[in-house]
């Protein structure tokens, strides 16, 4: 007799148990993960967000990292002074803005590529690591200013978080001065790069490309200027189109250039008319002093959340993105809107630049590839357009809400 | 390679003193046969063939002497009080025989050699262009455009494998602007006496330029625009497919291949304007193959200089890619070609039309860039040439040709104001002549006019062989 099918009965209770015993495994198995993960037991990214936060880490005992980057502000500034005040006393100034640490952990190390430098952390890209980043602003004087890595410490040991700090690192990780520190910058750095805050892609700019979501007239038109090579040309450096494997755009390719933005003399610094910030080449940054051509470029920052913004460029020159796109669109057509104007007329174009490094400045590309007397590439309203578009790469958009108008 | 043993089988005899001579000399022509074996393997397959025939003859004559020989001396011994032993008398003529069996393996086993050899072909070509912009000389450029080599092996008399490889312009490296590809690798196999099968990488059967793209059998210095930037020629898939013919001379040809991958492409350059199917082709690179596609074409050539034909090829483009707006366009392409070959003309028109759809929503979000996905894209040409002039195996054929591409025809709708209009539809007109050096070697020279993109008339040379 044959059966009908190939399988004989205790082929298939096996077949079955042994299923079932799988299933189980990998239930318990996850299970077993995601209670480690709610149950709250200490991690590097749970650890790295108390200290993110912590302001008792400064010498003030006032400014945490979350000071100045507040998560609630895209991890950027709540204020708009174009510097921010650290040291012991909150009374040391500052010499660049801050910027915006979201998607901070997807800039690439530092490097050179057919275009020229690309990617680094802080604006001139000096730090090729989160991990080397952090160091900076915990020791600088003008920042959180402790003294040194053992005050530091010390400091750290006694918050109230300091036990998990031993459960993660070991106990006697506070005995070791160094690697506590390392095991500090560690976390931070996990922090930034694992926690979903860093990273949410959620702006109405994301679900448009996800298509859950049509964008309104005014920034459909505004998106067109920001791609158009003629008319805003942003995309050339804010690239606006999702990766080839499909990856979310991040508004900017990672690159440096020169605008030429006007010298701020709301920051304390520029009192000395000899102090300039070179950005790749000085002063912050050493190992690019001899190559003069990178002088006066700073690294293009996403667009994302732009519009949360209190302050524009790398010197907080500007305060208001219209203030900052008419920059772009007037800087050659009506630089006297932007710089100072001698007595007798002749506007000092691109000030915050020694003579010899002015002609490092972009002026090749569109937008500002105009001349005096030439029409800018964006007109008043074509500028609102673009100001309306920006205004949807701001995350925490919701899709569902009623949509009237935003 | 047979071993090759310094024979003492032979019975060299102490026989009649020309009978010895004789069976020395065959010992002799046989041995050299032997040693010329290892080296028959490596000569050419003609020359094979005359050493095989050369050597049959000598056997012959020398086996026609033995024999005369034998019917000698078998009345000698009777005639003489010989001392000579009689083995030496009697082994002569039982000799003969061994000695003819050892002559037929010989024959065997050069012929064997010989099939061997022939079995794996290799074949080449290769083309060179110089082209002279008339209204801009900076642009003067010579280039290597390729070079081809590639291999035919048959492993037996019904199944093959082919292989073609590929460098274009001269230079490939991570700082030069030359690409090295590999151009079609496949089995076929004769199924039936009407039917192969293929499986691979092949050449789509679609256009008149596709598969037989070698400098000698196009005229003009340039591939024709229509089967570049239309049919992205050389357009290969990785698939399987069946091909046969009727009697009556009609040819068919079925497959399933990869296809296009829509999230390749790039709004802001260039590339989809110039070929829109060339930029999304995948060549089989680390292809995404979620959308197979297929394709049917076909050909009647059963009146002799005349082809006729047309095919389609269609297939899915989104490849699951993720987050993609468009995972459900399709890309298809239809072609319709005839060729008639009337004494000394030549004469051929094709005409291509191919679509990608929806693609609404994915343009919208390139509002702005210049190279949005177009909706349609079409080409056709009329050729002429004419084999004027032909003296030995120098001949010369001058040609006209008219073609209209529109790599832009149409696009979705998108809201007014944010949209790029459709392309104009550009015509070249071509003529020159290809001056042939035998079947296998051309000369080329032509002047091409465009309509719209004046800048690019130019004047064009070239240099190609085939083998």
């Known amino acids: 007799m044959r059966r009908s099918s190939g399988w004989h009965p205790r082929l298939v209770v096996a077949a079955v148990a042994a299923a079932a015993l799988t299933l189980a495994f990998v239930a318990a198995r996850g299970l077993a993960i995601a209670d480690a993960l709610d149950s709250g037991a200490p991690t590097p990214v749970s650890l790295g967000e108390k200290i993110f936060a912590d302001a008792s880490l400064s010498a003030s005992g006032k400014m945490a990292c979350a000071t100045c980057h507040d998560p609630a502000h895209a991890h950027a500034q709540s204020n708009d002074l174009s510097v921010q005040y650290g040291g012991a006393g909150l009374d040391v100034p500052g010499t660049r803005a801050v910027p915006s640490l979201q998607y901070v952990s997807l800039i690439p190390r530092f490097g050179f590529g057919d275009d020229g430098p690309f990617g680094g952390f802080d604006r001139d890209g000096r730090a090729n690591t989160l991990i080397i980043q952090a160091m900076r602003p915990l020791l600088s004087s003008n920042e959180m200013a402790n003294a040194s890595i053992e005050d530091l410490i010390q400091r750290l040991s006694v918050t109230p978080y300091a036990d998990e700090f031993r459960q993660v690192y070991g106990a006697d990780i506070f005995a070791d001065p160094n690697g506590a520190f390392q095991a500090l910058l560690f976390s931070l750095s996990q922090y930034q790069t694992l926690d979903p805050d860093f990273r949410p892609f959620n702006s109405k700019y994301d679900s448009f490309l996800r298509g859950e979501v049509m964008l309104a007239p005014a920034e459909l038109r505004g998106l067109a200027l920001f791609n158009n090579p003629q008319k805003g040309n942003c995309a050339a450096c804010h690239p606006s189109h999702r990766g080839p494997n499909g990856e979310p755009p991040m508004f900017t390719d990672f690159t440096y250039d020169n605008l030429g933005v006007p010298r701020n003399d709301e920051i304390p610094a520029n009192a000395d008319p000899t102090y ?21 470029q700073f690294k293009v920052p996403t667009l994302r959340n732009v519009a949360t913004r209190h302050v524009f460029f790398h010197n907080g020159r500007f305060h208001s993105l219209h203030d900052a796109l008419q920059f772009y669109v007037q800087r050659d057509t009506n630089p006297e809107l932007f710089y100072p104007v001698a007595e007798d007329g002749t506007v000092l174009k691109f000030d915050d630049l020694p003579p010899q490094y002015r002609r490092n400045v972009n002026t090749e590309e569109v937008p500002y590839d105009r001349h005096p007397g030439e029409a800018p590439r964006l007109s008043d309203a074509e500028l609102e357009d673009l100001e309306t578009f920006l205004n949807t790469l701001t995350d925490g958009y919701d899709p569902t809400a009623t949509p009237a108008g935003n | 390679m047979p071993v090759v043993r310094r024979n003492t089988r032979f019975a060299v005899s102490r026989g009649p003193r020309f009978h010895r001579f004789a069976c020395t000399g065959l010992a002799a022509a ?11 393997a490596l000569a050419d397959e003609a020359e094979l063939r005359a050493e095989i025939a050369d050597l049959r003859k000598q056997i012959d004559e020398m086996k026609e002497q033995m024999k005369a020989m034998m019917s000698q001396g078998k009345a000698a011994p009777s005639a003489a009080a010989a001392p000579s032993p009689s083995p030496a008398g009697t ?13 037929d393996k010989l024959e065997q086993q050069v012929s064997a050699q010989a099939d061997e050899a022939s079995a794996t072909k290799l074949f080449s070509y290769g083309e060179i262009a110089y082209s002279h912009p008339t209204h801009d000389s900076g642009g003067t450029q010579a280039d290597l455009a390729r070079a081809v080599l590639g291999f035919a092996h048959s492993f037996d008399d019904r199944t093959r494998a082919y292989g073609e490889f590929e460098w274009e312009h001269a230079v490939t490296s991570a700082d030069d602007q030359g690409e090295s590809e590999v151009e079609q690798l496949y089995v076929e196999r004769q199924l039936n006496d009407r039917v192969a099968g293929r499986i691979g990488l092949f050449l789509i059967p679609l256009g008149l330029l596709n598969e037989h793209h070698e400098p000698t059998q196009y005229y003009g210095v340039f591939r024709n625009f229509v089967e570049t930037a239309i049919i992205p020629t050389t357009w290969r898939e990785g698939g399987v497919s069946l091909l046969g013919g009727t009697e009556s001379g009609f040819n068919w040809n079925l497959g399933v291949t990869t296809g296009f991958d829509l999230s390749k492409w790039d709004p802001t350059s260039n590339e989809g304007r110039e070929s829109p199917l060339g930029s999304i082709h995948q060549e089989l690179q680390l292809a995404r193959a979620r959308d197979l596609s297929v394709y049917a074409a076909a050909n009647y050539q059963g009146i002799p200089g005349l082809t006729a034909g047309g095919g389609v090829f269609t297939g899915k483009a989104g490849q699951g890619a993720p987050n993609f707006l468009a995972p459900d366009a399709r890309v298809t392409l239809w072609e319709g070609h005839a060729r008639w070959q009337p004494g000394p003309f030549d004469l051929s028109a094709l005409y291509a039309r191919g679509t990608i759809s929806d693609t609404q929503a994915l343009n919208l979000t390139f509002v702005g860039d210049p190279t949005p996905v177009p909706k349609s894209f079409w080409g056709a040409y009329v050729q002429g040439a004419w084999h004027a002039w032909a003296y030995k195996d120098y001949s010369l054929a001058p040609f006209a040709r008219y073609e209209w591409f529109n790599t832009a025809a149409s696009y979705e709708p998108v809201p007014e104001g944010l949209g790029v209009p459709p392309s104009p539809t550009e015509r070249v007109g071509t003529i020159g002549a290809n001056f042939y050096i035998g079947p296998n070697i051309v000369l080329k020279a032509d002047y091409q006019k465009f309509h719209v993109d004046t800048a690019r ?11």
């Open chain 1, 276 to 296: 300039y910030d070179l950005g790749l080449c000085g002063p912050a940054r050493t190992d690019l002093e001899n190559q003069a051509d990178l002088c006066g």
């Open chain 2, 91 to 103: 082994a002569a003529p039982a000799a003969t025989p061994a000695l003819a069996e050892r002559v």
């Open chain 2, 30 to 40: 046989l041995a050299a046969a032997f040693s010329l074996a290892p080296s028959l």
């Open chain 2, 457 to 467: 008339d130019r004047f064009d040379l070239g240099f190609g062989y085939n083998f």
